[in-house]
């Protein structure tokens, strides 16, 4: 009798041991069709994608817009030399600022300038060291 105990704690160990190995072999082939199942919805999605891209693209060239415009009777024609005006560059306009005038300084402009004042003093300080 005493034999036998170590023989059940023994078949006890090995059946536990056999149901966890099955768990996780289930386990694996749930996962694997989770993946598959994801990997495809994936694929459709890029083909959609892909086929969304195309769609666009045709609508965006320029002899589809044409038809349209011929099929819808526009009148949209591209101006003729005559119509076209060149207006010559423009200097940038640079408008003198009064004493009356005030500048409205916000927190980041503050913060910005008080770093930038910081910095150059700290510059200063490490040219006079050397």
Not at 57 to 80: I, S
Request: contains cysteine; aromatic residues 6%.
């Amino acid at each position: 009798m005493r034999g036998s105990g170590k023989i059940l704690i023994l078949i006890a160990t090995l059946t536990c041991s056999m149901l966890f190995y099955v768990h996780l072999q289930v386990s694996s082939v749930l996962v694997s069709f989770d993946i598959q199942k994801s990997s495809r919805a994936f694929a459709e999605k890029q083909e959609l994608l892909r086929r969304f891209q195309f769609k666009v693209d045709q609508l965006r060239a320029p002899r589809l817009l044409e038809e349209k415009m011929k099929r819808h009777d526009m009148g949209l024609a591209l101006p003729n030399k005559i119509q076209v005006v060149e207006v010559p560059p423009v200097s940038e306009l640079v408008i003198p600022a009064t004493s009356e005038q005030k500048v409205a300084r916000t927190f980041s402009s503050e913060v910005t300038s008080f770093l930038g004042r910081w910095i150059q003093t700290a510059q200063a300080k490490t040219d006079l060291s050397s």
